[in-house]
């Protein structure tokens, strides 16, 4: 275990945890809460997840829920191997050149490419007629749902119904293999995935994640935000893939801010001494900074190799570590998240 000022011996501090989407992406995340999970005194009242952050955020829950910490922590480390293992013979490989050049990208990969520009011309209703994902076996074996429904920890995944196109949000016994991949149910990849017979998208589009569930409905004050897409990208991209990319992540970060935005508005203008009102105005706000996602392309979140998972994995445990360096005695007391700037300008 690292060497952290907040190893010292403390009182617990409940916490809420928010996990955005982003493919493969999402085992930065698995890295980040490895190293927060070894932490005694933080206790998770709440995760909310959206996309692979939904995959992270049930497969904790199910291995708290069973294991406690240890559980949880073997549990997402199953997860993603399970991931790599039925990816080994996926037809989405890094060419030769970017294995030489230590890339991670699949730009180079020919299937990738063709596949890539066929998801923009031809519905997933037409490749993949019988909706196929192999995530679903992957779930099923990896998670005990009626599990989910016994846990303390408060789970909530986001999904966009295609129809309204507002964010539906599932809790604990409302979770299922279905509601799971809808959240990471990418249009032009996969069919929508209908429950109780609506049909739904990527919670990403209308919740990445759901902030305001866990003011609403959890004890904690303190949400620890683990963001996957960039806020901010430089140099202007240029290239066709670039420019689709960079609007991926601007729309995909959009809700997300866009919440904020607001809760810091209702932070200032709610009345600390009333119910809601005081939910608001305490509440504290805090970000594990990703300062690697701005060197990787939106190809990278198709690889799913094993190595691919390690070094993520071991760049959100040294992004959690600086996170606990900096902030770990914040945690209960005040908030390391700025809100206000989201202000200036309206």
Same mark, same amino acid.
């Given at each position: 275990?690292e060497?952290?000022?907040?190893?010292?011996?403390?009182?617990?501090?409940?916490?809420?945890i928010?996990?955005?989407?982003?493919?493969?992406?999402?085992?930065?995340?698995?890295?980040? +809460?490895?190293?927060?999970?070894?932490?005694? !005194?933080?206790?998770? @009242? $709440?995760?909310?997840?959206t996309?692979?952050g939904?995959?992270?955020?049930?497969?904790?829950?199910?291995?708290?829920?069973?294991g $406690?910490?240890? $559980?949880?922590?073997?549990? +997402? *480390?199953?997860? !993603?191997?399970?991931?790599?293992?039925?990816?080994?013979?996926?037809?989405?490989?890094?060419?030769?050149?970017?294995i030489?050049? $230590?890339? !991670?990208?699949? @730009?180079?990969?020919p299937?990738?490419?063709?596949?890539?520009l066929?998801?923009r011309?031809?519905?997933?209703?037409d490749?993949?007629?019988?909706?196929?994902?192999?995530l679903?076996?992957? +779930?099923?074996?990896?998670?005990?749902?009626?599990v989910?429904a016994?846990?303390?920890?408060?789970?909530?995944?986001?999904?966009?119904?295609?129809?309204?196109g507002?964010?539906?949000?599932?809790?604990?016994?409302?979770?299922?293999?279905?509601?799971?991949?809808? &959240?990471?149910?990418?249009?032009?990849?996969?069919?929508?995935?209908?429950?109780?017979?609506?049909?739904? !998208?990527?919670?990403?589009?209308?919740?990445?994640?759901?902030?305001?569930t866990?003011?609403?409905?959890?004890?904690?004050?303190?949400?620890?935000?683990i963001?996957?897409?960039?806020?901010?990208?430089?140099?202007?991209?240029?290239?066709?893939?670039?420019?689709?990319?960079? +609007?991926? *992540?601007?729309?995909?970060?959009?809700?997300?801010?866009?919440?904020?935005?607001?809760?810091?508005?209702?932070?200032?203008?709610?009345?600390?001494?009333?119910?809601?009102?005081?939910?608001?105005?305490?509440?504290r706000?805090?970000?594990?900074?990703?300062?690697?996602?701005?060197e990787?392309?939106?190809?990278?979140?198709?690889n799913?190799?094993?190595?691919?998972?390690?070094?993520?994995?071991?760049?959100?445990?040294k992004?959690?570590?600086?996170?606990? *360096?900096?902030? &770990?005695?914040?945690?209960g007391?005040?908030?390391?998240?700025?809100? @206000?700037?989201?202000?200036?300008g309206?």
């Amino acid at each position: 275990m690292e060497n952290s000022a907040s190893s010292i011996k403390r009182a617990p501090v409940l916490v809420d945890i928010a996990l955005q989407g982003g493919g493969s992406h999402g085992a930065f995340s698995w890295g980040v +809460l490895d190293r927060l999970l070894e932490e005694p !005194w933080l206790r998770i @009242d $709440g995760i909310s997840g959206t996309s692979a952050g939904a995959m992270n955020a049930a497969v904790l829950v199910h291995g708290h829920q069973k294991g $406690g910490v240890a $559980g949880a922590r073997e549990a +997402l *480390e199953a997860f !993603w191997r399970r991931v790599s293992e039925a990816a080994r013979f996926s037809p989405f490989q890094r060419g030769p050149l970017d294995i030489l050049l $230590g890339r !991670w990208t699949l @730009d180079s990969s020919p299937i990738y490419v063709v596949m890539d520009l066929m998801s923009r011309l031809v519905s997933p209703y037409d490749l993949n007629p019988g909706g196929a994902n192999p995530l679903r076996d992957i +779930l099923a074996e990896q998670i005990d749902f009626h599990v989910l429904a016994q846990s303390p920890i408060n789970l909530f995944v986001t999904a966009t119904n295609v129809r309204t196109g507002r964010g539906k949000v599932f809790k604990n016994a409302d979770i299922t293999p279905d509601v799971l991949l809808a &959240s990471a149910c990418l249009p032009t990849m996969f069919q929508a995935i209908e429950i109780d017979g609506e049909a739904y !998208w990527d919670g990403g589009y209308s919740g990445n994640p759901t902030l305001s569930t866990l003011v609403r409905e959890c004890k904690s004050q303190d949400t620890i935000l683990i963001p996957i897409n960039p806020i901010e990208r430089v140099p202007t991209p240029r290239s066709a893939s670039e420019i689709l990319n960079r +609007l991926n *992540e601007v729309s995909f970060n959009a809700v997300v801010l866009k919440e904020l935005k607001m809760m810091a508005l209702l932070r200032k203008v709610a009345d600390p001494g009333d119910g809601e009102g005081k939910l608001w105005a305490n509440m504290r706000v805090h970000l594990v900074r990703n300062d690697i996602m701005t060197e990787l392309g939106a190809s990278s979140k198709l690889n799913a190799e094993w190595a691919f998972f390690e070094y993520l994995h071991k760049e959100g445990r040294k992004a959690a570590q600086t996170f606990l *360096e900096a902030h &770990s005695k914040d945690l209960g007391k005040r908030s390391t998240l700025d809100l @206000d700037v989201l202000l200036e300008g309206i």
